[in-house]
């Protein structure tokens, strides 16, 4: 299993930028992916980003341009560089890790970071 803390968010105003980190420990050696995802009030949970052990990653259209997603050489940090953020952008953003030999799928989240983003 794998824990993770998210930290970073906060209030920006349109056009801002902020950076949300994400804390991982535990199984690390088994993590094969990391991603964020985010919940704005009354929407479904909704993917933003993930990163592979082998380097790709992949973005929501809505998000392409703007947020990059990254880690630290040891996998522990996962970070994600928001840039240019909109009032849409609006939401609690969860960091999450799919491991080998776990459940399948997205099975570890962070409990989220509150990102408000003023017009």
């Known amino acids: 299993q794998v824990q993770l803390v998210e930290s970073g968010g906060g209030l920006v105003q349109a056009g801002g930028s902020l950076r949300l980190s994400c804390a991982a420990s535990g199984r690390l050696f088994s993590v094969h992916a990391m991603g964020w995802f985010r919940q704005a009030r009354g929407e479904e949970r909704e993917f933003v980003a993930n990163?592979?052990?082998?380097?790709?990653?992949d973005y929501a259209d809505s998000v392409k341009g703007r947020f990059t997603i990254s880690t630290d050489n040891t996998w522990s940090t996962v970070f994600l560089q928001m840039n240019n953020l909109k009032p849409e952008d609006t939401a609690v953003y969860y960091c999450a890790a799919a491991t080998q030999g776990g459940a399948p799928g997205w099975a570890n989240w962070g409990q989220g970071t509150q990102v408000t983003v003023s017009s």
């Open positions: 990163i592979r052990k082998s380097g790709s990653t």
